[in-house]
């Protein structure tokens, strides 16, 4: 998969296949979808493309700072890599491109210059300045610069919509199983490891603390996980907490994995780590020992996971 910047860096010459979507998640909903564009594409001879959008539109129209993501725009990209498309194209949301008309936007950016021969969208989709285009525009459209338009269906544009709402619910509840359901993929953290303050090491369970720069990333539900990552070519499992640690008063929230049989430093390196299991809230211990016993405890319900 070919990786564009921007509409006006596409220059494949080959007709496309497209949609267009935010994509949030990339769920087992999304799929679906996409999978027919690149069944579409392998039927038709186009190639299968891509088209969603960063800043997310919410942020740039609405100023929407509580807005939360299920994927970094990185890990959407990694996520849709592996899905068999030949082209994503991430196009820079501006206000002046949200000013676009319709007839802009479909002639000038998607025929012209994507080399759309088929569009595969949703029956409520809607585009153009003031979003004040729909499907039935669409088809016009097609009929005047020659492009297909397939309908995604009212059901199947629910069932992603609802899938999104479920993933999110869980995820704030810490149902983290039913989220890697509707994901179809262990749901992932990625950031920066950076200092701490230590005391893990002085409890025997040093850990890397994470932090993640993107602010709309969604966070799941403060407590502990189980997780794995892969660093360099291997694959490490471990436990991670999410919270202010109240047994030491924390008062600012925090991401920490300790990894199991792992001795590297991993300070300044980028790392991505894949939540597979929930194992409880995060408690105030009544002392530090208390806390230490549990971690004890976590370590063993961890491994009786992971090896299940």
Do not use: C, W
């Amino acid at each position: 998969m070919l990786t564009v910047q921007s509409i006006s860096k596409f220059d494949e010459e080959h007709p496309t296949v497209l949609t267009i979507g935010t994509f949030d998640g990339v769920h087992v909903g999304h799929r679906k979808i996409l999978q027919r564009v690149i069944r579409s594409a392998q039927e038709l001879n186009l190639k299968s493309t891509v088209l969603t959008f960063f800043p997310h539109p919410r942020m740039v129209l609405q100023k929407d700072a509580e807005i939360k993501l299920l994927n970094t725009i990185d890990e959407k990209s990694q996520i849709l890599k592996h899905l068999g498309l030949e082209y994503l194209i991430i196009h820079p949301f501006t206000k002046d491109f949200s000013r676009l008309t319709a007839t802009e936007f479909v002639r000038d950016n998607l025929v012209n210059t994507l080399k759309m021969k088929k569009i595969i969208i949703g029956y409520d989709h809607r585009f153009g300045r003031n979003r004040n285009a729909n499907i039935a525009d669409l088809r016009a459209f097609g009929s005047t610069f020659d492009f297909e338009v397939e309908e995604i269906t009212a059901q199947e544009v629910d069932d992603v919509s609802v899938s999104s709402t479920k993933i999110r619910k869980a995820l704030g509840e810490g149902a983290i199983e039913i989220a890697n359901k509707y994901l179809g993929y262990d749901y992932m953290l990625t950031g920066k490891v950076i200092k701490g303050k230590g005391l893990g090491k002085q409890l025997g369970f040093p850990t890397a603390n994470i932090h993640i720069k993107e602010r709309y990333k969604l966070i799941p539900k403060n407590g502990v996980y189980v997780v794995r990552s892969k660093i360099g070519s291997s694959t490490v499992h471990g436990m991670m907490n999410i919270g202010f640690n109240p047994t030491v008063e924390g008062t600012e929230q925090s991401i920490e994995v300790h990894f199991f049989d792992f001795d590297q430093d991993l300070y300044e390196k980028e790392i991505q780590i894949n939540i597979m299991h929930r194992l409880r809230d995060e408690v105030k211990f009544d002392s530090i020992d208390a806390l230490k016993n549990q971690l004890l405890n976590d370590k063993k319900t961890s491994f009786d996971l992971i090896l299940r």
